[in-house]
Nanobody
Framework: QVQVVESGGDLVQAGESLRLSCVVS?????????MNWFRQAPGKQRELVAT???????DYRGSVRGRFTVARDNAKNRIELQMNNLRPEDTAVYYC???????????????WGPGTQVTVSS
């Protein structure tokens, strides 16, 4: 059974920084291709924040580019999201999403974590 667990959410003031972590564990994991960070604010749709491939290629949502940095440790099945200069509009539940291929499988399946709350006060 694959588990995705996020951590690091907190209440901070505008301009401060936070680092979120996500670890994928369980099952017989062969590889994890793409890992994403999504977020969902109250009353809004879930949106993609950052993506990192197994090879380390990254992409960011325009509103966070230059402030957020995603990094990955393939050996530990772990990614982090460093968030600097946080704004009140960054307030949301942040979710980790991973494309996991298990041993014996050809194609991966996306798994989600339960999310971690980030609140930025003005």
């Amino acid at each position: 059974q694959v588990q995705v667990v996020e951590s690091g959410g907190d209440l901070v003031q505008a301009g401060e920084s936070l680092r979120l972590s996500c670890v994928v564990s369980g099952g017989s994991i062969s590889r994890i291709e793409i890992m994403n960070w999504f977020r969902q604010a109250p009353g809004k749709q879930r949106e993609l924040v950052a993506t990192i491939t197994r090879r380390g290629s990254t992409d960011y949502r325009g509103s966070v580019r230059g402030r957020f940095t995603v990094a990955r440790d393939n050996a530990k099945n772990r990614i982090e999201l460093q968030m600097n200069n946080l704004r009140p509009e960054d307030t949301a539940v942040y979710y980790c999403n991973a494309d996991v291929t298990l041993r014996g499988e050809t194609y991966g399946t996306y798994y989600w974590g339960p999310g971690t709350q980030v609140t930025v006060s003005s």
